[in-house]
């Protein structure tokens, strides 16, 4: 011991000394302490020096403080060195620098009321905590809760948690945290929301029992204990709760800044309401009950809003309106009363006046006479043996007799309350175990204490012994579990303290005592004490100036009780007669109610009451209903004591939990802390006798891997055996001397108080010598680099100096050179520059001269020129009028002449097409047509003979005459020319000559001009040069200028463009995932109501409880299961029953529930159905407009469509009739052949066929109609070529003209004839194209007697829809015909044509559904008859017969082993293919033997089989038994990974064939010709790919849910505790609390485990053939958990919150992207989602001190929020001295900066989240035709087509 004294107080060693403000101050040694000093030389934190003087008859040293590492732990106990300083500022540190409100103290659970309200309690926090052991995390109430939850399960034992604390500590939100814990994690099994009661109470009983108080707005005022019950599933049914000590006398007495009971505060707030003005309130000032604290309002707190929230609660605990207007009505009453007010009459009696206002109200309300109120408020009735008489009362007296009445009045009202909200709490199923939650008063100590302090107090005294019991046992339980040697622990224990309160001759008895005696008095009572315990009892004594007053030693301190009133509060009296007035009340029911077991007077001795005090206790019995007369008579006291005793009872028969809760300041400042008010109450709530008796014994504990992996350092190699526990006791033996300091146990070391910190040092010591070891000969090493360096530098600058100077010297020479040079080509350059001046003015002069001469000579031919040119033009012009004239003259002739023909043949066309003969003509065949076409070429052919002949004709006079015109005219225009030759010589000679004269004159002028201009127009170019030039450089940097401004725009608009586009495109993708995820949400919501629907029917159906596999799901609403796969009828008729008895508002909500489940799911099918009819419904509008245009041309099909529509009616007509016959017909051969029946079922079916024989005429006669369109499109084209010009043509006048009109007449035969030539080659085409036509006709009646000999080998039904589709296909291919002679003239006729036929095709297959759909019904009621007439028929009429053909099936021609990639199988065989296929197939066969994907094939191939029959029942069986199948299979096996894996790949599979083989182009585009004929033909299955696609989401969600659950226990082990490196992190001591270990052991999972599931995972899928796009979604979901969850226990767990432990989760986290690497996964997103621990990971290992590093932070941290970043700096913790703790102004510094950041406040990552699941088309290559079935399937009765 004195080597370790010698060793812990030197020079810098910490220690703690007394203060008077603080409590404790922190100091630090200036000098080594040595024994026997009478004094310690020390260093306050300020730097003030002090000498700290030492007790000298104990010689105590001041207590050492605890290592910086120490600081901050979850457990108090993990301290080396336990005192009240090392806890005191371990709390401080926590609360203030950390922001920790809670803290282990052992097995208690400190907590410290923030005032604020903190993210802490979500929904998210609850679900981190559940399941977690509780040393595991950072302490928490969850975590408390968690543990009690666990141990009443894991135990079979209840447990109880029970809250203290001083007023305004924070008990009542802790007890409200714990059970709104157990109502999350526990669910319901009644589902009748028992869990939303239990928590719903709290609003009530904080509205009638909590009221605000100078150190708490919302104390409560009462004790409560709550047991809320579960069944044997550990699922919540109920709750009781017991209430203790109602302070009933805050009802009529307030202090200031206090209030009433929160409830009279909110009826004044709410009196405005309509329901509440009978009740008569006003403002709470006006009342005074609610006026005397002077302070009615809370800040923050609406009471009209608080109460709005305690009526739902009565509602939701089934107390009715009704009741609870009666409740508002009585408590309006109780203030009513409180306003009466009573006057003297004289000095022995008062009065109250009449017709008083309040007393009139409070009568009325209560249904009571005014007169007799009035009476026996200010009178008194006495007993006695012989005779009643009736006694005034003095005014002070009938006051508190009113007061006396309002707060039993209030006590009856608050005990109803109880008791109905108890009523609402208890059910019917049998309770298993339970939970209590104790929410008390703390010890309390004031002024003045009266007899609530000293129940309150004895109350504490009896739950601390019971504490300490427990902590001493525990203790001693550890210490045998570990088998080491033990002694008895002194403990405090307060045993002789109960024992002066509750023993006989106690101060409760003497005052039951006292309260019996006919003149007992308080004085009295106080002599008694006196006389009794003053000399016997060292608790008790009495204080030296008050002979009224006593004081009693409890646990925490010394209390002194005032006597006055302890006699009238443990009597709690009232007048007889005020309860018998309101009993006697007719008019309110619920007064009668709340007094019906009111017995006499409550007073024991009959006397009246004396003076009372302001305070009284009310306590509830424990069975109010069952009170017997004598329980009236019992006092306050010791009911009080009854109740507790009981309730000692109930918590010795659980396991206890504790939480103890500290205010921490009396001002209610948020995050304040006031060390006196702190050491109070940890003190007064038994914290620090916790830590005295874990001091007293070995309060530090390690394992021996722990130890040695910390202490490993304090060794040497030679001392490491392999045997660990040996190692650890040679080093310890070693290293303390002490053997008494530490014990050994089977798995652990025990440690004394102070012996971690001694070895903490020890440790330091070595590390540190090490590190200075380490940084001599780094310094060295440094020291003799840098003198390298300098050596070298040195060497390099003489070496670069001496080149320097030799450098200089060649460039002087060099430059002494250059200059001669320069010189010499200077001279040269002046020299030549003078000659090249005067060769160029030489040159000038000379160009200049011979310039002038040229342009002389140039005129002069320019002139010539022109006048030749203007002749020319002359002449040209007066022969093109000529000509112009001729030829309009001709056109207009033409002209005329066609109008003339045309008009004859128009008219001869229009009688022609008014006649009926022309329509018959249009219809006969294609023989007669080229009969009229051969003959209207013959015609043709005559016509062209005769114009032949007639041009021969015009050919020879136009020759004769033009020969002679041609010679006249020759004549004329020699005589012309030559006399115009001769004029024209003279007049140019003339003027000519004048013409030279003019320009001599001129040119003299010029060149005195020219001479001038050139002189001045050479200054003006060299200065505009100049000017340009500098203009030009301007212009350059303005042009550079805006090109690199216009490039900087381009650019920010590009990226601005980029940046928006992404965003927007992102903002859609989130859109998209949160529809996907939101449905999806929805899908799992609807198999989670149907789960419990289904383990609700099988709870009620079996006896006892049996858990079920979550799993189960179905969609019964929707598609019915299988009448083959179901239950039997009994069974089914029971479990109807059964539900028809349940409870009739969970019926209710269930099915609302569903309802709106249905309802949003189907909302969201119309909102996906509106986005895809958005395109549609534009297209349909263009088309409709082009309709509009047209619309003379559609009405013959409009006419026919109604038609058609009308012929469909009248077959819903005529299917109607026959359901009625059917109905109709209640005998037995009603069905048989010849019944009325039956004919109207053939009749039925021959019309059907008949109406298809009709389609096919409506079809040939609207392809007549088209060829009609394309005759009548041509004869419009030859019209618009007829009349071209419409000019008018003016009359000849010369001769020169008729020449004219002769030439052009001549032309206009020649372009005649091109015409007649053109046409006879446009005959001739036609010619040869009637002849392909006829061609092509014969062709065509080849094919179609073909296709009719096939058609006539199909089944009618088919063979009516392969002719109608024969039949519009060839009216498509004719009219493409028809156009594609020309496409430019005739597009848009192309275009309305192709439309025409679209059109027509829609409305054909319309029709055809309609009529398909028809006679699928008319299938069903044949079978139906056929069924019904069984005894008569020998077979049934299959699905794909008429009835007018034979009943045997109709056999298909096809080759031997020619298959279809179908499977038949009979419908009897359905229930078997479904069982061996599914329900009895193992997948880890499947899986290896066969194909991936074969039972989604074969189950295909079987629908397709059904769909090639037609069958539609058949089709429909299949699909719902599959589907309900698969439910099943998942549900029985659903927590098996390979099952439901296997299942999700083989419905993805199923789902992708429905989609391949749909016959959409979408999906038909990667198929090859064979699979496009494996289409299904008569069925749409798009509903069942839509439900199939539903259960494969579930399917999904039950994969990830199933990984989860295996996943989950590895995630934390393996990526935060393991060390996978080993060495790098420390282990830090552990408090009583157990902290899992982070050292491997055998059934440790490490990362490796992890690696191997995630490789399992990915080879079972791959194995099954599950999509690549969905296995990467699986591990994207996968690495999502493994990041979620290891980020969420980081932010929970101080411990990990340090830099080693970032290293170790950055390497764990590279391993996982090596095995992404692997296996190609990287871009699956997987990576991404890792992105918020690796930040996390990271900001562990930053440097966190200066500004810069906090801008880092802020820059590299954007995936986690700004709380997840400040609550991992407030977690971090140093594992060694040498790191440092972030500080507060840094942290502050990193709030400030992300201040702006749009986020979540969510602290912890949703663990639950499932990203939204997408299928992508995946077609498969694999032909069903080539697919064998195993015999191992047993599927032999399945038949390959």
């Known amino acids: 011991m004195n080597r370790e004294l010698a060793y812990m107080f030197v020079d810098c060693a910490r220690v703690w000394i007394p203060d008077v403000e603080d409590v404790w101050k922190s100091a630090e040694l200036s000098k080594d302490y040595k024994n026997g000093d009478a004094s310690l030389q020390l260093m306050l934190e300020d730097g003030t020096n002090l000498e700290h003087k030492l007790d000298p008859k104990t010689k105590n040293l001041p207590y050492l403080r605890n290592p910086d590492i120490l600081v901050g732990e979850n457990d108090l106990t993990a301290l080396s060195y336990l005192h009240e300083p090392a806890v005191l500022h371990n709390l401080k540190v926590r609360f203030i620098d950390s922001k920790l409100i809670y803290t282990y103290c052992g097995i208690v659970l400190v907590a410290i009321n923030p005032y604020e309200t903190l993210p802490i309690y979500g929904t998210d926090i609850i679900n981190a905590y559940s399941g977690q052991n509780m040393g595991d995390m950072d302490p928490h109430i969850f975590a408390v809760a968690e543990e009690a939850y666990k141990q009443m399960a894991r135990d079979e034992r209840n447990q109880s948690i029970i809250v203290s604390g001083e007023s305004g500590a924070g008990k009542t939100v802790s007890a409200k945290y714990a059970m709104r814990y157990f109502a999350t994690v526990s669910g319901s099994a009644s589902e009748a929301n028992v869990e939303e009661k239990v928590l719903a109470s709290n609003p009530i009983m904080e509205a009638i029992g909590n009221a605000k108080t100078t150190r708490n707005d919302n104390s409560s005022r009462f004790g409560k204990y709550i047991e809320i019950g579960f069944d044997n599933r550990y699922r919540i049914i109920g709750a009781n709760m017991r209430t203790y000590l109602l302070e009933k006398s805050r009802v009529v007495f307030q202090a200031d800044e206090e209030r009433n009971y929160h409830i009279f505060y909110q009826l004044c707030a709410s009196s405005h309401l309509p329901e509440f003005k009978n009740l008569k309130l006003s403002n709470a000032n006006d009342f005074l009950y609610t006026r005397q604290g002077c302070s009615p309002v809370i800040d923050g707190v609406d009471d009209s809003k608080e109460l709005g929230t305690t009526r739902h609660a009565f509602s939701l605990l089934g107390i009715n309106e009704s009741y609870q207007m009666g409740l508002f009505q009585v408590l309006a009453a109780i203030l009513h009363l409180g306003n009466v007010q009573i006057k003297d009459k004289d000095s022995d009696s008062s009065i109250i006046p009449t017709n008083n206002h309040h007393l009139t109200k409070f009568c009325e309300l209560v249904g009571v006479t005014y007169e007799d109120m009035a009476q026996w408020l200010c009178h008194r009735k006495l007993k006695t043996a012989s005779e009643t008489y009736i006694k005034t009362l003095p005014r002070l007296q009938a006051t508190n007799a009113r007061d006396a009445l309002s707060k039993h009045i209030y006590a009856k009202l608050f005990n109803w309350i109880v008791e109905h909200v108890n009523k609402a709490l208890i059910t019917n199923i049998k309770q298993h175990s339970f939970i209590g939650v104790l929410d008390i008063y703390g010890f309390e100590t004031f002024e003045i204490n009266s007899f609530e302090q000293f129940c309150i107090n004895y109350a504490n005294e009896k739950l601390q012994q019971q504490f300490n019991m427990h902590v001493f046992k525990l203790e001693q339980e550890e210490y045998m579990k570990e088998q080491i040697p033990w002694t008895l622990i002194d403990f405090y224990d307060n045993q002789p303290c109960i024992n002066l309160i509750e023993a006989k001759m106690g101060v409760l008895d003497l005052l039951d005592e006292e309260c019996r005696m006919p003149k007992g008095s308080d004085d009295s009572w106080a002599q008694k004490l006196y006389n009794t315990h003053l000399k016997t009892c060292s608790l008790f004594e009495k204080p030296r100036m008050s002979n009224r007053a006593f004081i009693i030693q409890h646990f925490a301190d010394k209390v002194e009780y005032q006597c006055d009133g302890f006699l009238e509060k443990n009597k709690d009296t009232v007048n007889e007669e005020q309860i018998k007035v309101l009993k006697a009340s007719k008019k309110f029911d619920l007064l009668v109610e709340l007094f019906q077991d009111e017995g006499k007077a409550t007073t024991p001795t009959g006397q009246p009451p004396g003076m009372g005090g302001r305070t009284r206790l009310s306590v509830k019995p424990d069975k109010s209903r069952d009170t017997s007369s004598k329980e009236h008579k019992k006092t306050v006291g010791c009911q009080f004591r009854n109740s507790l005793q009981m309730l000692m009872e109930t918590l010795n028969a659980t396991t206890p939990h504790y939480v103890r809760c500290i205010k921490p300041n009396d001002f209610k400042q948020a995050f304040s802390f006031d060390p006196k008010r702190a050491v109070q109450q940890l003190r007064a709530c038994g914290v620090l006798e916790t830590i005295r008796i874990s001091a007293a014994g070995f309060p530090s504990r390690w394992t021996y891997q722990e130890f040695f992996s910390r202490y490993r350092v304090l060794m040497k190699q030679k001392d490491v055996l392999s045997d660990k526990k040996l190692t650890c006791r040679n080093v310890l033996e070693k290293l303390v001397e002490d053997q008494d300091k530490y014990q050994f146990g089977k798995t652990k070391i025990f440690f004394r108080a102070g012996q971690v910190a001694y070895l903490e040092k020890l440790r330091a010591d070595k590390l540190r010598a090490a590190c200075i070891r380490i940084q001599k000969t780094i310094r ?64 000038a002069i000379q160009t200049i001269l011979r310039s002038y001469m040229a342009r002389q000579k140039y005129q002069a031919l320019l002139r010539e020129h022109k006048a030749v040119i203007i002749q020319k033009h002359a002449r040209g012009w007066l022969a093109r009028c000529w000509y112009k004239r001729c030829l309009s003259s001709i056109v207009y002739l033409q002209c005329c ?35 009229q076409l051969q003959r209207k070429i013959d015609e043709q052919t005559k016509e062209n003979k005769s114009v032949n002949e007639k041009l021969t004709g015009l050919e020879n006079t136009y020759t004769t005459e033009s020969e002679r015109l041609r010679g006249e005219l020759g004549r004329l225009r020699g005589v012309e020319e030559e006399a115009k030759s001769k004029g024209n010589q003279v007049k140019c000679l003339l003027e000519e000559l004048e013409k030279l004269k003019k320009e001599l004159r001129t040119t003299k002028q010029e060149k005195k001009t020219i001479e001038d201009w050139s002189q001045s127009y050479k200054g003006e170019m060299e200065k505009l040069v100049s000017e340009l030039k500098d203009q030009n450089g301007l212009l350059k940097t303005e042009k550079d200028d805006l090109n690199r401004l216009i490039q900087e725009q381009n650019q920010q608009m590009t990226e601005k463009m980029a940046r928006a586009i992404a965003a927007e495109t992102q903002q859609l993708e989130t859109d998209l995932n949160e529809e996907r995820s939101r449905y999806q949400n929805l899908l799992t919501e609807h198999l989670r109501l149907e789960e419990k629907f289904d383990d609700l029917k099988e709870h009620i159906s079996k006896p006892g409880h049996r858990r079920t596999d979550s799993t189960h799901s179905s969609n019964e609403s929707e598609y019915t299961f299988n009448s083959e796969f179901a239950e039997s009828e009994d069974a089914s008729h029971a479990a109807e029953d059964l539900t028809r008895g349940m409870d009739t508002s969970l019926t209710l909500k269930l099915q609302k529930r569903l309802k709106e489940l249905e309802q949003e799911k189907q909302s969201l099918r119309n909102e996906l159905e509106n986005k895809e009819e958005q395109f549609q419904r534009a297209r349909a509008r263009d088309e409709s407009e082009f309709k509009k245009a047209r619309g003379a041309e559609l009405e013959y099909e409009s006419l026919k469509r109604q038609e058609l529509e009308s012929e469909n009616k009248k077959l819903k007509h005529n299917l109607a009739d026959m359901r009625k016959s059917l109905l109709g017909s209640a005998a037995s051969s009603a069905g048989a052949p010849g019944s009325p029946a039956y004919k109207v079922l053939l009749d039925q079916l021959n019309s059907s066929c008949e109406e298809l024989e009709v389609r096919k005429e409506e079809v040939l006669i609207l392809r007549s109609q088209l060829v009609s369109q394309k005759e009548a499109m041509q004869h419009k084209e030859t019209m618009t070529e007829v009349a071209v010009h419409v000019e008018d043509v003016s009359k000849l006048k010369d001769a020169d003209e008729l020449k004219q009109a002769y030439i052009g007449l001549k032309d206009t035969n020649r372009l005649l004839e091109h015409q007649l030539q053109t046409q006879r080659r446009s005959y001739d085409s036609e010619v040869e194209s009637l002849r392909g036509e006829l061609q092509n006709v014969k062709e065509e009646n080849n094919r179609q007697q073909q296709l009719l000999a096939q058609n006539l080998q199909l089944p009618p039904e088919a063979r009516i829809e392969a002719s109608l589709q024969h039949e519009i296909t060839r009216l498509t291919n004719e009219n493409l015909e028809l156009v594609a002679d020309d496409p430019a003239a005739s597009r848009e006729a192309r275009v309305i044509i192709l439309r025409r036929m679209v059109d027509l095709m829609e409305q054909l297959e319309k029709q055809d559904r309609t009529i398909r759909k028809l006679k699928k019904q008319l299938k069903v009621y044949s079978k139906r008859i056929g069924e019904m007439g069984a005894g008569q028929a020998e077979g049934q009429t299959s699905p794909g017969q008429m009835v007018d053909e034979p009943i045997r099936p109709v056999n298909i021609p096809r080759r031997e082993k020619d298959f279809q990639g179908m499977l038949e199988y009979k419908k009897e065989d359905e229930m078997k293919l479904v069982k061996n296929l599914i329900l009895e197939l193992k997948p880890r066969g499947v899986a290896v033997n066969l194909i991936p994907g074969l039972p989604a094939y074969i189950l295909f191939m079987c629908v397709r089989h059904a769909d090639y029959l037609n069958d539609d029942q058949k089709v429909r069986t299949l699909l719902t038994s599959t589907i309900n199948s698969i439910k099943k299979i998942l549900k029985k096996r659903g927590d098996d990974f390979e099952t439901v894996s296997f299942w999700l790949a083989n419905t993805c599979r199923f789902l992708h064939c429905l989609k391949q083989y749909s016959g959409d182009d979408v999906f038909m585009k990667h198929n090859t010709s064979r699979q496009n004929e494996h289409c299904l033909s008569n069925f749409d299955l798009t509903e069942y790919r839509s439900v199939i696609s539903d259960l494969a989401i579930q399917i999904y969600q039950q994969l990830i849910k199933c990984m989860e659950n295996t996943l989950q226990p590895m995630i934390v082990s393996g990526m935060l505790e393991h060390e996978t490196i080993q060495g790098v992190s420390g282990v830090k001591p552990t408090g009583l609390r157990k902290r899992t270990s982070s050292i491997a052991d055998e059934g440790t999972y490490t990362l490796d485990s992890i690696l191997r599931q995630l490789n399992a995972f990915h080879s079972t899928m791959c194995q099954h053939g599950t999509d690549p796009e969905l296995i990467k979604q699986v591990v994207k979901q996968q690495f999502y958990v493994i990041g979620a969850v290891t980020l969420n226990n980081l932010l929970l767990r101080k411990d990990m919150c340090s830099w080693s432990k970032g290293m170790q989760i950055r390497y764990n986290v590279s391993q996982l992207e090596e095995w992404l690497r692997d296996k190609n996964l990287m871009n699956c997103g997987a990576k991404e989602t890792l992105e918020p621990l690796i930040q996390a990971a990271q900001l ?55 201040r702006d950041r749009c986020e979540s406040p969510q602290l912890l990552m949703d663990t639950k989240m499932i990203y939204p699941i997408t299928f992508p088309f995946n077609p498969s290559s694999l032909a069903l035709e080539s697919i064998q079935i195993p015999s191992s399937l047993n599927l032999s009765f399945l038949t390959r087509v």
């Not at 023909?901 to 003509?921: P, Q």
């Not at 941290?1757 to 700096?1769: D, G, M």
């Open 897 to 931: 002449t066609r109008r003339m023909i045309a008009r004859r043949e128009l008219k001869k066309l229009k009688i022609e097409a008014r006649s009926v003969e022309h329509f018959k003509k249009l219809n006969k065949g294609m023989e007669n047509k080229i009969m």
């Open 1740 to 1794: 562990l290992q930053v440097k966190k001190k200066t500004d810069e590093d906090a801008k880092a932070i802020c820059s590299m941290c954007l995936a986690l929020t700004t709380a997840q970043i400040v609550k991992v700096l407030n977690l971090y913790t140093p594992v060694n001295e040498f790191e440092e703790r972030v500080s507060v102004s840094f942290i502050r510094n990193i709030q400030t900066r992300l």
């Open 780 to 843: 060295c090493w440094l020291a003799r680099k840098k003198y390298l360096r300098k050596r070298d530098a040195a060497i390099t600058i003489q070496r670069f100096t001496r080149g320097y100077q030799a450098r200089c010297l060649a460039k002087f020479m060099r430059r002494t050179q250059a200059a001669t040079i320069i010189q010499k080509y200077q001279k040269m350059y002046v020299a030549r520059k003078r000659y090249r001046q005067k060769q160029a003015a030489a040159l």
